[in-house]
């Protein structure tokens, strides 16, 4: 029998979602200045990985072609900053601070037990789709220090002993 290739696009998966940027973008005063509409890249590229979670081929195409830019000048921005990611995320997205209160206290020993104990590295997503790990800088919670953040919420105080702890929670 012949397989049906027709592939659901991410955006057909999730109308909400693309309801939501495409609000989004229609608020925008976008026109035929392309050096005006690339002014709005990098906060359209923000909205939609808040949206989405990451930023996925077809949500690249669609805000090149409202802000009439390339899809490899949307990428350039992408791939410059590394706080924009293509990989959608695992369901616990840990996020290790290795800003300068943090890092005093030992951060990086943090970090390093995290990557050791989930077997990926900064940035990337663990295998079964439960755990992203990412070094952040300051989030602003210095007196907390060391900070770890897992989805919404924050861990004080870290140290490597609490990793497995924090980690059997995300089970
Ligand atoms: S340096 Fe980590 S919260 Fe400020």
Redo the contacts with the bound molecule.
Sequence with gaps: MCENSSKITVLEKYPDKTKSLNEFLNSLPLGADIKSNRGFLISCLHKAQSIFGYLPDEVQLLIAERLRLTLSDVYGVISFYSFFTTQPPGRNKINV?L????FVKGADKIFAEFEKQIGIKDGATSKDMKYSLSSIR?????SL?P?VTVNDKVYAKMTPLRVREILKECE
């Design positions: 601070c800003g300068t209160a943090c300051c989030v602003g919670a210095c220090a900070v």
